[in-house]
């Protein structure tokens, strides 16, 4: 991981990305992403900001993730061109409570009666601190803070179809990250694909917990989180965004060479998570 953008101060970074931001939200469409299979039946529908990925269970679709507020056209876009129909969105569980994962929840609800899940940490967050869940960051301040129709624990399992979801708290990022652990198909082969729910090291600064009234011991609880899951068998590496795990180069590599497939990776997960901890440790002793 390029620490290089840790060696900027706290506001020197939420500068750099607001202006970023506001690039992406005078015209979303520019940043639109190609929706493609990633292997059996699950498929990419996000942009090339956030992530957002769909199963198809059998009996409904199943969403991970809803991007950022405004952007519900690209994702009804990709789900489209997949040939499956929105309305068959069942479900549209969410990583976590920031506003760049949760964003058109309420336009899904609303549109096709689709039914949204978050950690119960998660839920408790939205309802008793909205404030950390940056909506004042985000392209309209004013979308909608969804209440959750499902609240999932740590250790649950949630099944729609033919797919079963483990899910396990693993906060730091947020107080409601989640990881999840399930399985694909693709004719006779089951693959076990992993999503870690919030890797991203910008909440994590002394100033933004302190901003937050969120304690310094949530770094170390970043660190447990990936201890936690780091031994779980995996497959296939979903992103939170897509530099994580390098969704779209993994795309790119798949369309030059359609023989080989970048995603299917049993070494990546562990590689992930420990690269993840090594590089937030050199995050802490650069004093951020």
């Not at 953008?5 to 990305?17: H, V, W």
């Not at 940043?31 to 942009?47: T, V």
């Not at 729910?197 to 011991?217: I, W």
Request: charged letters at 25%; one cysteine or more; glycine letters at 8%.
């Amino acid at each position: 991981m390029n620490l290089d953008r840790y060696r900027k101060s706290y506001e020197e970074l939420e500068a750099i990305q607001q202006t970023k931001n506001l690039d992406f939200y005078a015209n979303p469409a520019k940043y639109y992403q190609k929706p493609f299979r990633i292997a059996g039946n699950l498929y990419y529908i996000g942009d090339q900001k956030v992530c957002s990925h769909l199963v198809d269970t059998g009996d409904g679709l199943l969403v991970f993730d809803s991007g950022y507020p405004g952007t519900a056209h690209l994702m009804l876009q990709s789900i489209w061109e997949l040939g499956f129909n929105p309305k068959d969105v069942k479900v549209i569980i969410h990583s976590h409570e920031h506003f760049d994962h949760i964003g058109n929840a309420c336009e899904f609800q609303t549109l096709f009666g689709t039914k949204l899940a978050v950690s119960r940490a998660g839920g408790e967050v939205m309802r008793d601190h909205p404030e950390q869940v940056y909506m004042e960051a985000s392209p309209n301040r004013y979308s909608p803070i969804f209440t959750p129709d499902i609240l999932l624990e740590d250790g649950e399992v949630f099944t729609l179809g033919n797919t079963s979801v483990r899910c396990v708290l693993t906060p730091g990022h947020s107080e409601g990250v989640m990881t999840f652990l399930f399985q694909i198909r693709e004719g006779e082969t089951v693959y076990n694909v992993g999503y870690f729910g919030g890797a991203g090291f910008n909440t994590l600064y002394k100033k933004a917990l302190e901003k937050n009234g969120r304690s310094l011991s949530t770094r170390e609880q970043f660190l447990d989180s990936f201890r936690k899951v780091r031994d779980e068998k995996v497959d296939i590496v979903l992103g939170n965004h897509p530099h994580q795990n390098e969704t779209l180069k993994k795309r790119e590599e798949m369309l030059a060479h359609p023989e080989k497939n970048p995603f299917i990776d049993p070494a990546e997960w562990r590689s992930f998570c420990d690269t993840m901890t090594d590089s937030f440790r050199q995050f802490m002793e650069m004093g951020n």
